[in-house]
């Protein structure tokens, strides 16, 4: 048993089921969390916003964690710097034994991560990671050739054979005693923690931490076994919301798999799929790392989108004068959240009838989304441009009146998002152009934008462009 062990805490900002701590409390006779803000990633968002909502939720989830462990009799390390010299200089400083942290998957991620160990190897340190963010490890699931799969549906199948084999790892409770306290420098606050980020405080959708994650799921579970045939509506609670909460660990991955698997239902059974869609996803990003910037099918490779800047701009602006896709980003604008339906519309709807490049639409969502996951939103991308791992063809294009009228029938996302509309009928809202409801105080393009593009030709050039390609 190691004499003292150091926890990196960095996509599991929880107590609970936290693989990492549960092991470096069990392996160490005293125990030390840390967290450190990496101006590696920082820096970058810094140049477009001091006030970026995803910092603001780490920010609010350390304070949870902070508190948890000060109730423990120990506290919240936070530093600031390059991890490569950061964690080395730590564990110098406090006399660490034993470094452990759950592992992650991006490139920059696996690079830092490599030099960390050598960095502790050379100080003749131990090392240990563990797979804590997803249920299998991105080369856990392989093909009858021992090759990655491409495509989601026989991954699907795979990945659940093999939890159906091996079962869920049970609830792991960190031990509580091992921890001990450096001083008796008062707890984080969020605002000294947004300094030491670099940022500045603000308000944010959904509440950082795993007190408001756990309780997130907890009202999940009350509608999850509706989740087949509410989800793709734009209510307030048919989604589960709890994307950004996993994303940063204050969720456990396995303690929502425990839900889908607790009834047989279908909407914990559709629920399961899209956890899987989210593993799938960092699969292919793990042995894809060029899919980044590159279509996953080659045959795409050449593919150009002529990109007008005029269109991205009003896109990002919410000015398009399509209803649900102007209520889509301003939603996104607002509050870093947009439902996952309207993320497939709004994504099919820059890359197949703006024609723009989708990847300037993943790098404005990666500046945008609060639980924005390199993985996810590259492969949500691809897929809805037609150009990723996905099996149906090209000319699949939603189109943004139908799905506003299907999923928002009311026009109830539009009217608050879009509030110049507010005053048309459910018939109309959707499609202002045709409008018979607006008072004659109302005037398209001055009061709300005409729309910037012609649907239906724009259509026929995406298809045109794809199948010349």
């Known amino acids: 048993m190691a004499d003292r062990g150091l926890c990196w805490i960095r996509r599991d900002i929880r107590w609970d089921d936290n693989t990492a701590l549960a092991e470096c409390t069990r392996q160490c006779r005293e125990v030390l969390v840390v967290f450190v803000f990496d101006p590696n990633i920082l820096e970058p968002l810094k140049k477009k916003s001091l006030r970026d909502k995803r910092v603001q939720f780490i920010a609010e989830s350390l304070i949870d964690l902070d508190a948890r462990l000060q109730t423990l009799g120990s506290q919240l390390l936070v530093r600031f710097g390059d991890p490569v010299e950061v964690i080395p200089s730590l564990v110098t400083e406090l006399a660490i034994d034993h470094l452990f942290f759950s592992r992650d998957t991006i490139p920059y991620a696996r690079t830092r991560d490599s030099a960390v160990i050598q960095a502790m190897t050379d100080l003749g340190r131990r090392v240990s990671t563990v797979n804590d963010s997803y249920i299998t490890d991105p080369d856990g699931i392989v093909n009858a050739q021992n090759q990655a799969f491409r495509v989601f549906t026989p991954y699907s199948r795979e990945w659940k054979r093999q939890l159906e084999l091996n079962g869920i790892a049970p609830a792991i409770s960190p031990d509580p005693s091992p921890l001990i306290r450096l001083s008796d420098s008062p707890p984080h606050t969020v605002g000294s923690l947004m300094e030491i980020a670099g940022f500045e405080p603000q308000s944010i959708i959904l509440p950082g931490g795993e007190m408001a994650g756990r309780q997130r799921l907890i009202d999940f579970a009350k509608r999850v076994d509706n989740y087949d045939s509410t989800r793709d509506f734009l209510t307030d609670d048919s989604t589960s919301m709890l994307s950004v909460y996993l994303r940063h660990g204050a969720v456990s991955i396995r303690d929502c798999v425990r839900l889908a698997q607790s009834d047989t239902s279908r909407g914990r059974q559709k629920w399961l799929d899209e956890i899987i869609w989210r593993e799938f996803y960092t699969m292919i990003f793990y042995h894809y790392p060029h899919t980044k910037t590159q279509p996953f099918q080659e045959k795409f490779s050449s593919l150009e989108f002529p990109t007008d800047e005029v269109l991205l701009a009003s896109f990002k602006d919410g000015t398009t004068g399509f209803p649900i896709i102007d209520a889509s980003m301003r939603c996104l604008n607002n509050t870093g959240w947009m439902p996952n339906r309207l993320r497939m519309v709004t994504a099919s709807f820059l890359t197949k009838i703006l024609l723009v490049d989708w990847r300037r639409g993943e790098r404005y969502f990666s500046w945008k989304l609060l639980d924005y996951d390199l993985a996810s939103n590259v492969g ?90």
């Open 380 to 469: 949500g991308w691809q897929w809805s441009a037609g150009v990723g791992a996905d099996a149906a063809p090209y000319f699949r294009i939603f189109n943004p009146v139908t799905q506003s009228r299907t999923y928002d029938p009311n026009g109830k996302f539009i009217r608050t998002w879009v509030p110049e509309l507010a005053h048309l009928n459910a018939d109309d809202i959707h499609w202002p152009l045709d409008a018979r409801s607006a008072p004659h105080s109302f005037v398209l393009g001055r009061n709300y934008p005409v729309p910037i593009v012609d649907y239906s030709s724009q259509r026929a050039k995406a298809i045109e462009l794809f199948r010349n390609c």
